[in-house]
């Protein structure tokens, strides 16, 4: 059983570029969430998505960024025209249920550097 | 603003020593958790206690929860050098997906 997925491992991107960044989560979970890490820093909560559908997007910029959970396919984190404040680590996590006081499965991320 | 702080911010021990880290925190809570972070890989959960929970044990990990405080603490015993990495504790106000996360303490296990 594999765990959360995320594809790519790293990621360089030119300022202006977009970046999508992709999450599979583990069998059986449909609900998907995406944080950031800053350099030196804890995760921020950024978007929290079910199966085509966006539950919370409170903790996402309100411009550029934009996040999606298809019936099929991996959830998508996508980043228009990327600027050098957007590097970072991106984790996506998944839970199989609304009950959420299991504690959550993490991907191993996707680290954004943008040049 | 981060709800969760972790103390120390680093912290090195010699292999076989118990490590312990602490985090507080500000508003209640339903649950707090503790995570692990090798680095440049992913979060691995280690363990939740609950706001009704004093103390919790998993392995050589023990947790402590301290309500009336808002503090926590992360106790290693037996520290290995597998055990190097950076921990997290997570606070979940209301039961539902937004953790709140601390910066981390790192922790340095010497062979």
């Known amino acids: 059983n594999a765990g959360v997925m995320q594809n790519p491992r790293h990621l360089v991107r030119r300022r202006g570029q977009e970046a999508r960044l992709r999450c599979s989560p583990m069998?059986?979970?449909?609900?998907v969430y995406w944080y950031r890490q800053l350099p030196e820093e804890g995760l921020k909560f950024m978007v929290y998505l079910q199966k085509e559908n966006i539950i919370d997007e409170s903790g996402m910029p309100k411009e550029r960024f934009s996040a999606e959970f298809p019936k099929e396919g991996p959830s998508i984190l996508r980043i228009q025209q990327v600027v050098r404040g957007d590097s970072a680590a991106y984790f996506c996590a998944s839970s199989p249920a609304v009950d959420h006081s299991y504690g959550y499965t993490f991907g191993s991320g996707t680290r954004l550097t943008v040049v | 603003s981060q709800q969760g702080e972790e103390d120390p911010q680093a912290l090195s021990i010699q292999e076989g020593e118990n490590a312990t880290m602490n985090c507080s925190y500000k508003?209640?809570?339903?649950?707090l958790q503790w995570y692990r972070q090798n680095s440049g890989r992913g979060l691995v959960h280690l363990i939740l206690i609950r706001s009704n929970e004093r103390e919790k044990h998993s392995g050589r990990l023990r947790v402590t929860l301290d309500t009336s405080k808002k503090s926590s603490s992360l106790l290693i015993t037996a520290s290995r050098a597998a055990d190097t990495a950076s921990y997290f504790c997570?606070?979940?106000?209301?039961?539902?997906?937004?953790?709140?996360f601390g910066a981390g303490t790192t922790v340095t296990v010497r062979a």
């Open positions: 508003t209640s809570i339903n649950n």
């Open positions: 997570a606070t979940d106000p209301s039961n539902d997906y937004k953790l709140s």
């Open positions: 069998k059986g979970h449909s609900h």
